[in-house]
């Protein structure tokens, strides 16, 4: 029962066009007719607006060089033109025969790994990385883990061994290559950061031999940037969806326990060293929030809701002052729904005269067609407070009645008073939530932007607060989706790290 | 090495014990008789590198006249001395390196009738799998005392001794009446490739599950030993031991916590490219957003906007900015309402920002910022003093300034001789723009300057 080692967790993309579990991703072949901001391909037969929010790449090998590896996010999709419009312009206009691949939502896992870590520039995982130096060894996976830096790795001929290291670090372990080696993974000298590599002995040097490259993250890979055109749209604000698929791939180990959270921006626990902060728009001074981010950004208050916390955010900061939005997100309980209350709704309480926009709808039980829908929803602008058992109309018709009144908060807290005293940190850009595919196929929203059904999303930040995936079997599944809760008026902000770090033993 | 290590033949060979010499060289034996199935031979195991040259040798005082004897891991012989030793004496003595990196044996053999106590050297020593104090501990591994839950887990290496068949045993110490939880050992195999195995030989009584050891066999799989415990509530301590092995590599062995993975997750947030268009009201100060015009609208305008009768300024900022306090420039002031005809803009008379007093020479100078550039009129700077709030602007200004194109920061020197109020404000013949009012206090001592002097303001 040995520990699953570092390389055997694997995940990959999910896509919403897939029919079986592990199914490659379509490879795309553009025509003609594309532009800057435009892809156009007969072969994408799927609906109007299908493929919006997508992430795509070109091929490492796509005949327009210019292109390789380029990555893209979809704005919309015209099916009778056949064409993808992107957020923005890419480096040239793809040519006929392009090749692409696209991915979306949720459903089925394919083939396709999520992508580790930029070498020189390059994704090992999309165009070939081999060292000038060290011949017959092919690069096919960085691990996120090595970090950023410089990855030296070193051939001993002697030993016939490959080995690795980050910097002035030790040398990990060597892979002996006295034979040639398919997939072979070098760890570098934590046991656990690595690389993936093809090696043919017969043309390895004769001699010692080291080889360098320069490691980066990679951006836009998974998550696309969050598009200006995404937000201060007077609507409130929305929220996207992604799902990671995440894979036993050891043969015959467990592993045990396997936690994961997400990264969350640097900068140290504090407290609100004076002011307070309602349910609106305010602002507060903490006793030190050096090297935190200068606007755009969540925090959550550990000492409200008996410890449950509460958030906010930060709209900007101007050295221990913090500006925050307004809370004006809420959850409303509904029942005897006799109309199918959908996303964008705007929604009004007959008595309450409270308005707002609707972000999700959780069906719980009943159904609109029975007349007995009962569920969730969750509000975004809202103005007011709906009350219990009041209507709850769309353009003037009474759709379904309130299950209570409605709660205002913000990622699953609810919105309270903060005060002075209060202990505060910051909060990773994204939410988790945990999906065990029932029978390999994962939950399937009809877009980025629906809620996952089934799906309870949580902050967790660090080992402690880290959601429990459980035990995962050898060749097993398990899903991961992330929530992005973006406000109206959200902040710009570069360089957003949400990456999630999974462990087990 | 297994074995029964009594010496008594290739299997059951002595294990060089490192620690009875300096640099490991030597180690110490006795001969205890000639025939009559007493001792006349004795067997030791070394573990030899390949490419490097081993000289081995008896050394006195031994107390007889011995011969040695090697072997290589299968048995087969390689070769003997008996009388070429340094040291003379009848000591014996061999050179030899091996071509291949494993274990091998020597024999010491009694060949006269005397015996007794034996002195064998090789130099430099065979490899050792031991851990010695001074050296940097390749193996060793304990689960710190938790404060509710004592030691569940440690594990030592013994000491190789003959006659003592663990080379490696993990033990938990009894608590509260629970005697052993777990142990590994090592089993006694010849010839098998791995010299490691740890056993389970014990079932945990009050906890089940908690810790579990046993060494995976794979040709070319890396972890050749794994011991763990599986996270629990009460004993959140996690443990992890696994042996990256490989005949080749030199660590034999490796501690690790829980294995992690990271699936990189970044991206930007955009805002989108355009402007906000504010109005804010000349008189009050209140601050209306009235839309955002896209940086690819087509015309750049905003149409049938409500706004209240009063004067306002016209304010653009980029969709970047993120600061409240951030003022961009006063495009146009209008009136809206009856007051100004029905909201035709005006040349636009801009408003005075950071209105502030510094003590230079002992006069008091007065500065003050503006942003309005957008073709203003020809106007001044009017700047109005009395010793009460507020400073009546109703007449002529005091002092006058002139504005100058592109000029954002103006002063003037005020002479000074008691505390007073300022009121400053760009004017022409026929409109004043918004005031900005400073006390202007009066001390022999110079003041501190703060870094921001907040005006008030009210408006025209």
Redesign the interface.
Known sequence: ??????DK?R?YFPSKNLAADGDALPTYTADTGGALNAIVDAALTQADGYWAGAVGWFLGNTPTAALQGQFFHVKSFDAAADKLTLSRDLPTVPAAGDTFRLVLGGNWRSSHE????LMGGVLPELKTVSGVNITGVTIKKA???LGEGTLTVQYTRG???LRIKMGSQALG??L?V?ASVTDG?V?AA???AFIQVDVNAASLPTVDRTDTWTLA?????????????E??NDVGGKTRYRL?CVRNADA?DS???LTVY??KPSGAATTIASGSLGTGAGSFDVTDATGWPT??FWLKNKTVNAGVGDCRYV??R?GNTL?CLGVDWATLAFNTGTSEIKQGDVLSGATSGATAVVDQVVLVSGTWAGGDAAGTLLLRKVVGTFQNAEYLRVSSVNMARAGGASALGLRGYAAVAWAAGNAIELLPD?DLGMNKPAANQYENPAAETVQPASVAFRAAWDKTTALDLGNLASGKLQGVW?REW?MDG???????????????? | MPGLENGSSIQNAFSWDHTQYPGGTRVFGKLTAYGGGGNYQDYWALYLLAGKTYVFQTRLPTAFDPYIYLYDSSGSYLLYDNNSGDDGGGMAKMTYTPTKEGWYYIVIYLYSGSYGSYILESVPAPQSFRVFAGSTARFGTRIALDAAVAARFEAIREKNAAGFGNRFSVYAPAQTGNAARVSARQAREHARASRFEAVKIATVVVSSGRYSARQAREGRHWARFSARSSQGLVLPGRFDVRQPADGLVPARFGVLGRVEGIVPTRNNAHVPPGWALYARNADTGEVVRLGFISADADPKQLADVPLADGVWEIEVRPAEWYWEECRGRNVLTLIAGEIGGGGEPLQGLPAIQNLRREIVSFQSVIKWNVVAEYEPGAFQFGLWFSPTSPVDTSGPPDQTVAYAAGQGEYQTVRAQTAPEYVAVAAYTPTEQGPASELFLDWDAVAPESPANQHAAQWGA
């Open positions: 029962m040995a520990t699953p080692t570092a967790l995940v999520t992508f580790g870590m691990s996120a883990l030993l016939q061994i372990v060597g002996d006295s993974i760890f934590d046991g656990q993250y990679p951006e836009r890979t998974l998550t696309p940037d969050y598009e200006g055109y937000t201060k990671e015959v592993m045990v326990d997400a990264g606007k755009g709209n900007y101007s500006y994204v992330r973006i959200h902040q710009g902000r570069a360089g957003i790290v949400a990456d999630t770090r999974y462990s087990w033993s």
